[in-house]
């Protein structure tokens, strides 16, 4: 079974700059979608950025511009560069994964989509 461990949380001075790490195992990431969400206490989860199986990264508009996912398929691992980091960014991150079942082109970065999840890295954005 696919497992996610997530890394590279702390806290950062807002303007600051983190990048998180998420090591797969159990399976190639290269053949699925991976993707990276954030909660807040009292908020909904929600997605922030994610990459298909061919590559193709999607984000969240609050963080466009500002935050790059990458990943690198030969260490079976996905990362998230989050710079000019702001308050409004704090919240636990999550890496989550699932196969990429869906029509090319839609929408896909939504929390059902997705059946594997890791537990999680905090992230705090002090003004």
């Known amino acids: 079974q696919l497992q996610l461990v997530e890394s590279g949380g702390g806290s950062v001075e807002a303007g600051g700059s983190l990048r998180l790490s998420c090591a797969a195992s159990g399976y190639s990431i290269s053949n699925i979608c991976v993707a990276w969400f954030r909660q807040s206490p009292g908020k909904e989860r929600e997605g922030v950025a994610g990459i298909d199986d061919r590559g193709k990264a999607t984000y969240a508009d609050a963080v466009k511009g500002r935050f790059t996912i990458s990943k690198d398929n030969a260490k079976n691992t996905l990362y998230l560069q989050m710079d000019s980091l702001k308050p409004e960014d704090t919240g636990m991150y999550y890496c989550?994964?699932?196969?990429?079942?869906?029509?090319?082109?839609?929408?896909?970065?939504?929390?059902?989509?997705?059946?594997?999840w890791g537990q999680g890295t905090q992230v705090t954005v002090s003004s």
């Open positions: 989550a994964a699932d196969f990429c079942a869906f029509p090319e082109g839609m929408r896909w970065l939504y929390e059902s989509t997705f059946g594997y």
